[in-house]
């Protein structure tokens, strides 16, 4: 069975400019979430969404970023217009909804990330 | 303060040594502790996982958590050069919560 998989592994911007990053969950996984890892920081929580849904995006910095979630299947995270401070590696997990409405986690499993240096 | 607290070291220790690695927390609705581990250029990958306070084994791996001091632990028994990677915790509330990080600890076993 295939991972997560996101595209592309690596990007080099210039401020102003525009980004999209790709993720593909596990097939059958209705949850997808994006992560982001500033340089000395810890990973941080942007979103979650479940199918084509946004569930929680508590987590987006400002209005600069858009997700979005095409017919539940894969994920973009958009960055219009990139700043230097955006420069990080972002993650996407993904995890199956198992216990519909329970609280056990379920396991999220992450992809390789997306290395974003903005010049 | 942050949420989580986690020693980003360098911990360096000999090949066959017991490794232990902990976190602190702030946030009493956490109910849901993980160990992922990240080799470099890879996403993390989930190690153990432990609900509430208690113990839990998992061959050379062992997790705890101690919910009343807000802290939680994993040991890592005759350890491989091979465990070198970065092991960071995480803390959920539950369900499909996105979960919460510490800064992870970069373990350098020498062989």
């Known amino acids: 069975e295939a991972g997560v998989t996101q595209f592309p592994s690596h990007s080099v911007i210039e401020k102003g400019q525009t980004v999209t990053l790709r993720c593909d969950p596990i097939s059958g996984h209705d949850n997808l979430y994006w992560y982001r890892r500033v340089m000395g920081k810890e990973i941080k929580f942007l979103l979650h969404?479940?199918?084509?849904?946004?569930?929680?995006e508590s987590g987006m910095p400002n209005n600069r970023f858009l997700a979005e979630r095409t017919g539940g299947t894969y994920s973009t995270l958009k960055v219009q217009p990139a700043e230097l401070e955006d420069s990080g590696v972002y993650f996407c997990a993904s995890s199956q909804d198992g216990r519909r409405g329970g609280r056990l986690p379920d396991t999220q499993y992450f992809g390789p990330g997306t290395r974003l240096t903005v010049l | 303060q942050k949420e989580v607290e986690q020693d980003p070291g360098p911990l360096s220790v000999p090949e066959g040594a017991i490794v232990s690695l902990n976190c602190t927390y702030s946030n009493s609705a956490f109910q849901y502790f993980m160990w992922y581990r990240q080799y470099s250029r890879k996403g993390p990958e989930l190690l153990m996982y432990?609900?509430?306070?208690g113990n839990k084994e998992d061959g050379r791996f062992t997790a705890q958590v101690d919910k009343s001091s807000k802290y939680i632990s994993l040991f890592i028994r005759d350890s491989q050069p091979s465990d070198s990677a970065t092991y960071l915790c995480?803390?959920?509330?539950?369900?499909?919560?996105?979960?919460?990080f510490g800064k992870g600890t970069h373990l350098i076993i020498q062989p």
């Open positions: 969404f479940v199918k084509e849904s946004k569930q929680d």
């Open positions: 995480a803390m959920t509330s539950g369900g499909a919560d996105g979960l919460t």
């Open positions: 432990t609900y509430s306070s």
